[in-house]
Each structure stands twice: as C-alpha cells, then as structure tokens.
C-alpha cells in the first residue's frame, strides 16, 4: 500500500518537473521573444540623433545577448532557484522532523558550502569570461587576417599576424589554465564540506544512537538527506552571482527603450504631393553655436530640378537631411506643398519623397528583394518594368545570376556607382513626387557613367528633383543651381548664367574640367 | 567510418605527446579518483553496520574518519587531475590552433576566394573549442565515469548481487536515454545557435542600414521581418524545452523507481538478514553518486562523432594547405631592374572561366604601363599575377629573367610593392598601417610618404593623429582616404616596381587631379603597372595596353592609339563624351 502510494507519488513528481521544466522555459522564451522584439522596435523607431553615438554591434549585442542573459536568469531562477529552494526546504523540514538537534549539527556544514561556492563560483565565473574575452579576440585577429588576406600577402605580414595570432592564443590557454585551477579547488571542496555533514551525523548521530536517543534508521535517512544537500545549495548560491550580471544586463536593454530619441509620428498624413518645397529662413546646427545652414530661403516649384553645388561640409547633404526630416530646422521652416513640414506625419512625408544616398546600402538578400524593399509587397513584374523604364535590366541580367543574385557578392562585384543603380531603382519604384539624389562621387566606367546619368534623368522626370552635384557635369540638367558655402547660399541661377557671371560656380566647374584638356596633351 | 574516427582520434592524441607525462599522470589519477570516489559508499555502510547499528560510536568515527580522509584524497587527486589534463590538453589545442592558422595564412588565394571568413573564424574557434572540452574535460569524465560505474558495480556485486543486477539495469536504460537526448538535443541547440546567427545578422542589417531605412520609410517591413526570425527562434528554443523537459528528467524517474525497488527488496533481504542496513544506504548512495557520471557518459558518447568531426575540418586545413611558401630551390633576389616579361600567360579563377587567354608583353626597367579596359577585361587580374597572388594556369612571367615562382616571397615582397583597388586597413594605428613593410621608419619618413599619397592633412585632422586607430574598432576611413594610406603605404616600401589598382577611384576630382601629377614624380625611377578606366592616368603612363576579354587588343602611346581610332578611341570618346556633352 504504502508502496504504491510512494510509486505514484514518485511518478507524479515526474510529471509535475516535465510539465514545469517545459511551461517555465516556454514562459521564459516568450518573454525573451517579446523583449527582443521590443527594443529591436525602439532601436528602428528612434530617431537618427539617437544613432550617432551607437555602435552597431553594440546595439545589437544588446538585443542577442544582454536579452539572454535576462531569459538564463529567469528561466534557470524560476526553475533551478525556486525548486532548489523548496527542496533544501523540504529535506531541512524532514530532518528537523525526525530530530531536531541533529538537525542543528549537520546545518553547521551549510555554511561552509555556502563559502565555496560564493568565493569560488566568483572566481569561476570572472575566469571564464576572461576565456570568452580571449576567444573574441582570436576571432577578431582571425578576421582580420583573412579579410586582409591579399594585404598581408602582398605586404609579408604573415609572420606579425601569427603572432597576434599567437599571443591571444596563448591568452586563451592561461585563462583556460586559470578556470582549470579554480574549478579544481571548487568542486573537490564542494565535496568535502558535504562529506562533512555525512562525518558529522555519523559522529554525533552515532553518540546519539549510543545514547539509544535516536534509532538506526534515523541515522541512516540522515545519511541519505544530507547527500542531497549540496546541488540545491550550489544552485541557490549560484543563482545570486547571476542575478547581479542579469541585472545588468536589464540595465543596457533599458537604457535602450528608455532613451527619449524618438521618432515622433504624429501630424497630418499626406498621399499625395504636388511637390512643392519651399525654405524659409531655415537654420541648423548638430552643436549648439556651430551652425550648419544660416537662413536658408529656397523655393522649388513643383517639377522643377535644382542642383545643390559646393564643397564637402558646406552643409548640402543637411538640406537632404532636412527635407527627408531625419532632423527639423532650429530656426525658419520648411513646407511642402505649403504645409509646415513639422505638422506632418514623417512616415507619410517619407514615403512619399525618395532619397538616393551616395553609398548604397545592400540588404542581405537578392538584388530584386533589395530594390523591392522600397515597396514591400510589390511584385518580379513591377521591379523588372521598373528596370527596364531606367535602362539598367540589361545591367542587372548581366550580373553572374541576374536578379537572384546575392547581395553579398554583387556588393562585391559592383562599383560604387553601381550600386547606385540599385538606389535609383529602390526610387522609382517607390514612385516618389520628390526626388532627392546625392550623387555617388566615386569613379565608374565610361558606360556606367552614361547609364547612371540616364537612370538619374529618367527618376527625376516630371518630379520635383534636388540633386546634390559632386561633379559637376550633371548640374547642365537642372532647372537652377544653389551654390553653398558655409552654411549660405552664395549664388544661384541657371547653368549657362552662372558659367557667364564667372562667379563661384565657375571657378569650381573649371577646376573639375581641366582633368581633361590635361589627357587631350 | 569508424576506421576513419580511430584514425582522426589518434592523430587528435598524438598531439597530446608533448606532455605525454602530464596526460599519463592525470589519467592515474584520474582513475584513483574513480577508486576513492567509489569507495566511500563502502565506508558509510561500515560506518552505520560496524558503528551505528552495533551502538559502537569508536567504530563511528573511525569509518567518518576514513570517510573525510577519502574525500581529501579524492579532492587532491581531482585537482591535480585536472590541472594536469588541462594543461596537456591545452598546450595540445594550442598547437593544433597554431597549425590550422598557419596553414590558413600559407593558403593560395584560390582558397580565399571560395571560403567565408566566418567559417575560418568558426574553426579556430567553436571547433577548437569543442576539441578543447574533449581533450581536457570530456576524457577525463569518460575514464572517471567508466571507472567509477565499474568499480561501484564490483562492489554492489560483492554485497547483493540481485540489487546489483537492478542497478546495472538502471544503468543501461539512463546511459540509452541520455545518448538519446544528447542525440536529440544536439542538433536543436545547432539551430538555435544558427538561428540566433540569423536573428544578429538582421538586427545588424537593419542597424547599419537604418538611414536607407528610413529614407524608404519601411520601418514596418523591418520589425516584421525580425519579428518573423524572432519567432522562428522562439519556436526552435521551445523545440529544445520539450526534448530537454522529458529527457532531462526521467532519468531521475528512473534512478527513483530503482531506488525504491531496491528499497523493497533490500528491505525484505534485511528482515531475512541476508542484507545489511549499511549495505542497503550504500547501494542507495551509489544511485545517487552514479547520476551525474551517467549523464556525463551520454553526452560524451553522443557528442563524439561531432568532435571528430571538429577535428577533421581541422585536419583538412591543415593537410590542404602547401607546405611551404617557396619551392626549395627558391632564389633570394636582393635588388632588381625592374623589367617584368609576360609569356603567353593564361589564368582563370577557380570558376573556370579564362580570365586572361594568352597575355605577352614587356615592361621595360623605369617603365610606365597603363592598363586599361571594361570591367571584367582582366586588367586587375594582370597585377594579382605580377604580385605573385595567383600562378599563371599556362605560361611564364619573369621579374629580371627570372620565373616569379622560382624566386623568394619575402624577395619579391621587397622588390614588389602591390595598391589593390581595395586596400585593406588593419586595426590599429595609421602609423602602423603605412609603415606595414618598414615597421622601423621614423615618423619623418612616414609623413612624408603620407605627404606624397595626399592624405597627410586627413591625418593630421584625426583626433589623435598619426597614432589615431583605425578600423573596426577606431575611426572609419572614406575609400578614398583608405586608398591614399595604401599608397603612402607602398611608397615607404620604396620598392623597385610599384602596381596601382585604380588609384583614383573614388577621389573627387581636385584630389585625383593633384595626385595624378605627383604620380609622375613619385614613379621616377621605378617601373609601375597601373590599372585604371580613368584615363587621366594617360597622361604619366609611357605605354598603354588595352585589355579585352582577356586578350591584348591594342598596345601603344597614347597618341598613337588615339590616331588609330580602335578600342582605346572608342573608350577615349565615351568617357570624354561624357564630359564633353556638357560643354
């Protein structure tokens, strides 16, 4: 009977920990899931001030690691904590039950545990993180010599790659060393203090049975119980060191989500814009009392093209910035179709507008779901007409596995220019009503070059167009050109007046020709 | 298969030989550790048969004596055990490191070409890793584990052979679950790894791309997107819960219902007193000392074969790679005219496809070679063979007159200094990074070589300099800035022949301008192949050579191949009709 009774007891208690094990993992999973998700969703919705002084990397450490570190915690105190809790609690109640001194005796090794475990878990811990830290840093010497592979080669660096290789290699064997050590002492002490208590029911336990105060099996359960002592007690202590780097660890993702560079998407929605963008008095600067822009006052009509000239810092790529409203004017304002630009919805005001960066990031993925992600949800057809309009299908057929191939290796494949491409056909397919172009400054080949400028004509046909003119051979098809020094519009005008005024325009346009008379000799 | 394993598993413990001694002594500890652990159960039930049962409290605290003393030596032998296998082991992993990246680094280019660097990174680490437990945890759990599982049997048989036969059918059934869950668990928590890989690599994306993504407002398409790997890992983790909630817990189950079984008929045994009470706690000691070794022992059998595996990709690279970097009747070549010959060379990528089709032509000592066409044409290609990258598949190319493959890297190296199109920039210092071929230049020496590539004003604009990091870790580098340091880089090498990669590309025009007129000063004296589409290089270039699907189309002077209207004209046009089209 009583048998039965403890058989079923025993597989009742194994079915409580697998139903347990399973639901309090999958608790802890799904609030891993959702935390993840939800600073992931703060990084993409902050604002781009937000980013200027994040890394990538670390950004996204946070969102794998620092989040799993959490779920370890909460999943492992949840199960580990809690069960070794009620089971040191439940075997110290057995025990006070059967006798309540020899209880008392054998708790004097408690401590004694708790000691090992505390100082050496420690020690542990701080040793394998050293092993994790050399570990990286024979990834990153790893990484670098093969990256730079043709480098090292071509410069003989073989020999002080190996031994960067070499030194952090051997910094992986002492830290490796060093938990060896550590663990050592800690698990063999572990052993001992519980083979303590079992010494000491035996001592006092045996005088006691002498005594014939306690019965033999008393003794003997004590024996059993005591043996039982030790993992909870590890685990408890254990759970207190990782409940400090978990802790942490929160602390980086809060840091995260509560950081009040947020995108705010509110004011009115617009579907449609005419585009029509005007500058009134408009003045920036990303630290106070440097401005970038001073009273700016431009008007572009509807359809028209302007082309923004002058030299690197001179504040062009913040008008793009500007009118893209990555960030708003410190002082004056723009309007768009008349309408204060910071009274609109910043998503429908960007969907509406395409922005053609000078370097073009490629998503990981094909060349067609790149250029589709401008219009998720678009179709092969849509991409390929889209191509084909601009002139570059042939372009993007010739390429080793035409639309399919991955991003990875046209990045490689492609020129700088090139990839422009895939910018320009991002934009088209947006079917934006402002067409904004920072064209790619680095050299392609003659063929890119006139496909590239055709590309640029055909995305800025019947659209309002600001181009932001490196070199100048593209300013001839603007409607008018801004020149910007310093933050102010120093001239402005068409193409041929400001040639003939022989200002500032010209001096920099005959600058950029003289390259090539220079081959003509 | 399993001859393969043996083979690949000795060859893995013949790099234990240097500390053959160390290794030898920490398994005979190791398995003296199994003996003091095995034989304390034995002490307690004379300690409660000799001592508690008979009211003898000396009996009592001799055997806890013993029991403590046992436990000492079993602490001493496992410390030493271990801090000696550790030892061996990592020296041995250390080594096998050490091979693998050396035989990385003496690998030709095509291996390169057709491996990830992630999947390099990931043999020196996670596979060196996983080796690293073997030999220094995982083996010496499988000695101590066996032993321990022998040694306790001997003696449950000597006491009760009936409770011992319930013990080793517990044995066989836990030990077959474990390796089953080992087998089982394994490769979910590959996913899992795998899938958090993914998870990374699209929060990096999105991160680094995060102002196209807002140009395109596509913020929603985004998280959606995370959110759907998000939820792919969310589902693979679950996968590993209920693996792991099941299998992780019923050995204990089972270890129970053994417990109690034997609880019952050790009991009945005791009243018929053919058992002990002592014996009875140390069979039940036993259980609970075989729990962890058991679990230990299905995971090392199940995770052997991908040790093994581990350890062959290790292997591999190691036995690919040639075995030294130069032939051994190799020339050491101390200075040389410079005078590059191409014989009917013909090279083609490991794709297949031929990249150069029988390419002749003569760089005179001090000459200027421009060579020019469509992407594609092989003109890159010429410069990776001259810098002795790659081997011609067909044909020669001498340097002086003599084979390039039969002369020195380390020679060539000096006599040869190699700008690809894009530089590599290494972690550290600028200073570092230009004086890579000269690390004793004085720092006049690299600032001047700076001067010359135009980039000294970029450096001195840095916060700190020429001691500014640069890289992954310090300041990131526009490309032209990192081409610029490439040069000044390959000028302080000061070497006999100098080979250009595209040196102008992504250079506004002021900046390619200034820098193609100090070319010709900084050329004079040496011979210099430069690749390029931008013609402006026309101008310092003695000869030109237009490249066309790997075949030499036209070769010439500038006003030669202008005067012959061919493939050079065209170019010429196309490019200056760019230009043109706006005057």
């Known amino acids: ?521 | 298969m399993a001859t393969k394993g043996l083979r690949q598993l000795r060859r893995l413990l013949g790099y234990l030989s240097n500390r053959k001694v160390e290794f030898t002594v920490a398994m005979v500890l190791v398995i003296l550790m199994s003996y003091t652990n095995s034989i304390i159960p034995v002490l307690i039930r004379d300690a409660i048969d000799l001592g508690i049962v008979k009211r003898d409290l000396d009996n009592s605290l001799l055997y806890g004596g013993l029991i403590i003393l046992a436990g000492i030596f079993n602490g001493v032998f496992s410390f030493s055990a271990r801090f000696f296998q550790v030892r061996a082991a990592q020296d041995a992993v250390y080594r096998l490191r050490m091979n693998t990246f050396r035989a990385i680094q003496r690998q030709n280019m095509e291996f390169f070409d057709k491996t990830l660097v992630g999947q390099l990174i990931s043999r020196v680490t996670n596979d060196a890793e996983r080796i690293t437990g073997f030999l220094s945890f995982r083996m010496r759990m499988l000695v101590y584990s066996s032993f321990l599982v022998v040694i306790s049997l001997y003696y449950m048989f000597t006491m009760s052979p009936r409770l011992a036969w319930i013990a080793i059918a517990t044995i066989l059934i836990v030990m077959s679950l474990n390796v089953i869950y080992a087998r089982k668990v394994r490769p979910i928590y590959d996913m899992v790894r795998h899938q958090t890989g993914v998870l990374a690599g699209e929060s990096t994306s999105s991160i680094a791309g995060i102002k196209t993504v807002k140009a395109l407002a596509v913020e929603d398409y985004i998280l959606g997107k995370f959110g759907k790997e998000n939820r792919e890992l969310y589902r693979l983790n679950i996968d590993a819960a209920r693996v792991s909630s099941i299998y992780g817990n019923t050995p204990f189950l089972i270890i129970g219902l053994a417990m109690s079984a034997m609880l019952f008929y050790g009991g009945k045994a005791i009243i018929a007193n053919t058992l002990t009470v002592g014996e009875l706690t140390a069979f039940l000691t036993y259980m609970l000392v075989m729990m962890w070794p058991l679990r230990a022992l299905g995971f090392i059998i199940g995770d052997m074969q991908r040790t093994l595996a581990a350890a062959n990709r290790l292997f591999e690279i190691i036995d690919s790679a040639p075995k030294t970097m130069d032939p051994v009747d190799a020339i050491e070549l101390f200075d040389a005219k410079g005078e590059i010959v191409f014989d009917n060379v013909w090279f083609s990528y490991s794709s297949g496809r031929n990249v150069l089709r029988g390419v002749s032509f003569r760089v005179k000592p001090g000459e200027k070679l421009l060579i020019t066409g469509l992407p594609g044409s092989g003109k890159s290609t010429v410069l990776k063979l001259i810098a002795r990258l790659y081997t011609p598949v067909k044909g020669r190319i001498l340097l002086d007159g003599v084979d390039l493959g039969k002369i020195k890297q380390d020679s060539l190296r000096r006599i040869i200094a190699y700008v690809p199109q894009e530089p590599f920039i290494f972690n550290r210092s600028i200073r570092e990074n230009i004086s890579l071929a000269k690390p004793d230049a004085s720092i006049d020496e690299i600032v001047k070589a700076a001067e010359i590539a135009k980039i000294h004003d970029s450096i001195q604009s840095l916060p700190e300099g020429y001691d500014t990091i640069v890289g992954e870790k310090g300041i990131t580098l526009s490309g032209g800035q990192r081409q610029r340091i490439a040069i000044a880089r390959a000028l302080l090498a000061d070497p006999r022949i100098i080979l250009l990669d595209d040196p102008v590309s992504n250079l506004d025009a002021e900046t390619e301008e200034a820098l193609v007129n100090d070319l010709k000063d900084i050329l004079t004296g040496k011979t210099a192949v430069i690749v390029s589409q931008r013609l402006s290089l026309a101008k310092i270039a003695d000869r030109i050579i237009v490249l066309s699907n790997g075949r030499i189309v036209e070769e010439g002077r500038h006003e030669d191949l202008l005067a012959r209207k061919g493939v050079y004209y065209e170019l010429y046009r196309t490019m200056m009709g760019v230009a043109r089209s706006v005057n």
């Not at chain 1, 083979?195 to 002498?210: E, H, K, N, T």
């Not at chain 1, 030790?230 to 809060?254: H, K, T, W």
């Not at chain 1, 810092?313 to 960030?327: C, D, E, Q, S, V």
């Not at chain 1, 070059?449 to 593209?474: D, N, P």
């Open chain 1, 1 to 521: 009977m009583i048998a039965s009774l403890y058989l079923i007891a025993l597989v009742l208690q194994w079915l409580f920990t697998t139903v347990q094990t399973y639901y309090v993992e999958k608790f802890g999973q799904s609030v891993l899931e959702e935390l993840r998700a939800r600073i992931h969703k703060k990084i993409i919705t902050a604002n781009i001030d937000f980013f200027k002084d994040k890394k990538t990397g670390d950004l996204v450490s946070r969102i794998i690691n620092d989040t799993g570190m959490v779920n370890d915690v909460l999943v492992s105190g949840l199960l580990g904590g809690i069960g070794s809790t009620l089971s040191l609690v439940g075997i110290i109640g057995a025990m006070l039950y059967l006798d309540v001194k020899l209880t008392l005796v054998v708790l004097l090794s408690v401590p004694v545990m708790v000691f090992v475990a505390k100082h050496f878990g420690g020690k542990i811990r701080t040793a394998y993180r050293q092993t994790r830290r050399e570990i990286a840093r024979i990834s990153s010497v790893v990484e670098e010599g093969v990256s730079g592979i043709e480098t090292v080669k071509a410069f003989g660096q073989e020999r002080k790659v190996e031994e960067e290789f070499e030194e952090a290699s051997k910094g992986a064997v002492r830290a490796y060393i060093k938990v060896a050590f550590y663990m050592g002492l800690f698990w063999p002490l572990m052993n001992i203090s519980s083979l303590l208590s079992i010494v000491l029911v035996l001592a006092y336990g045996g005088y006691l049975a002498y005594m014939g105060a306690i019965s033999v099996g008393t003794v003997v359960a004590f024996i059993q119980y005591t043996q039982r002592f030790r993992g909870p007690i590890n685990e408890v202590v254990s759970m207190y060191d990782s409940l400090q780097s978990a802790l942490a660890a929160l602390e980086r993702i809060y840091e995260v989500i509560d950081d009040p560079n947020m995108e705010v998407f509110d004011g009115i929605r617009v579907e449609k814009l005419e585009g029509h963008v005007r500058f009134e008095n408009v003045w920036f600067w990303y630290e106070e009392g440097k401005p970038v822009l001073r009273n700016i006052n431009i008007d572009i009509p509807p359809g028209t093209t302007i082309a923004l000239v002058g030299k690197t810092g001179a504040g062009k790529t913040t008008m793009a910035n500007l009118i893209m409203r990555f960030y708003d004017p410190k002082r004056g304002r723009i309007l768009y179709d008349g309408l204060i630009g910071t009274g609109i919805n910043k998503e429908s005001l960007r969907s509406r507008i395409s922005y053609v960066p000078q370097e073009t990031y490629l998503f990981p993925g094909s060349v067609m779901e790149n250029i589709k992600i401008a219009k998720p949800g678009s179709t092969d057809e849509e991409v390929v007409n889209v191509c084909r309009q601009l002139g570059i299908h042939e372009f993007i057929e010739r390429l080793p596995k035409g639309y399919d191939t991955p991003a990875g290796e046209a990045g490689k494949l492609l020129s700088v220019g090139e990839k422009q491409l895939i910018s320009i056909a991002r934009a088209m397919l947006k079917n934006p009503d402002i067409v904004i172009l920072d064209e790619a400054l680095s050299s392609v080949d003659p063929k890119t070059e006139s496909l590239v400028q055709h590309a640029i004509l055909k995305l800025m046909e019947g659209r309002t167009s600001i181009i932001i003119a490196h070199r100048l051979t593209i300013t001839r098809h603007a409607d008018r050109i801004i020149v910007i020094d310093n933050g102010k519009i120093i001239e402005e005008g068409g193409f041929k007046d400001l040639l003939t005024r022989r200002g500032k325009f010209h001096e920099l346009y005959s600058s950029q020709m003289t390259v090539k008379p220079m081959v003509e000799r």
